[in-house]
T-cell receptor
Framework: QKEVEQDPGPLSVPEGAIVSLNCTYS??????FMWYRQYSRKGPELLMY????GNKEDGRFTAQVDKSSKYISLFIRDSQPSDSATYLC????????????FGQGTTLQVKP | NAGVTQTPKFQVLKTGQSMTLQCAQD?????MYWYRQDPGMGLRLIYY???????DKGEVPNGYNVSRLNKREFSLRLESAAPSQTSVYFC????????????FGQGTRLTVV
């Protein structure tokens, strides 16, 4: 069993929809939780970062971490075609922020 | 500001051939990383280097060697390529503070035939 599980999708939604992306994990030592966005044939780019439990909001994006359930989520409000990408959750147990365990990635398509 | 630069962008190798993937960063980061990305597997850490002169194994190090040439450059070598090493390889760098992010290069698409 992988340390981090993520539904690979693909997920297709109409423009304006609310999107929910989720990951579960098994390692209770994880403290740093991230969401990366990866466009086709590009490198991943950090979208959201959360330390320990709680919520974080940035514009249309909200990240939630529930350490008691070992579950993290990314919500996208008013989704746009430009949000079409692969979304990867990533976690770390240390401040070595490049040493990450990634989920499989969820491919999202937002249709106009 | 180029960030993290990887060369080459594409490569086709025959089984048993060797090659070196190059990575350079211009952000003065101490730590650098090599990942591979395969369909349905996400990114998996091959090797990382916390500082110049040090390297450590990641999740999938077998079949690879690395060199941290200086603070800017971190290379990944395949001594005898195998079809199982067909993948997209990403280099990344970070500052290693808890509130900072890792920056990724554009990737090298490697096919071993």
């Amino acid at each position: 069993q992988k340390e981090v599980e993520q539904d690979p999708g693909p997920l297709s939604v109409p423009e304006g929809a609310i999107v929910s992306l989720n990951c579960t994990y098994s390692n209770s030592a994880f403290q740093y939780f991230m969401w990366y966005r990866q466009y086709s044939r590009k490198g991943p780019e950090l979208l959201m970062y959360t330390y320990s439990s709680g919520n974080k909001e940035d514009g249309r994006f909200t990240a939630q971490v529930d350490k008691s359930s070992k579950y993290i989520s990314l919500f996208i409000r008013d989704s746009q075609p430009s949000d079409s990408a692969t979304y990867l959750c990533a976690m770390s147990s240390s401040s070595n922020t490049g040493k990450l365990i990634f989920g499989q990635g969820t491919t999202l398509q937002v249709k106009p | 500001n180029a960030g993290v630069t990887q060369t080459p962008k594409f490569q086709v190798l025959k089984t048993g051939q060797s090659m070196t993937l190059q990575c350079a960063q211009d952000m003065n980061h101490n730590s650098m990383y090599w990942y591979r990305q395969d369909p349905g597997m996400g990114l998996r850490l091959i090797y990382y280097s916390a500082s110049e002169g040090t390297t450590d194994k990641g999740e999938v190090p077998n079949g690879y060697n690395v060199s941290r040439l200086n603070k800017r450059e971190f290379s990944l070598r395949l001594e005898s390529a195998a079809p199982s090493q067909t993948s997209v390889y990403f280099c990344a760098s970070s500052e290693d503070r808890g509130d900072t992010e890792a920056f990724f290069g554009q990737g090298t698409r490697l096919t071993v035939v």
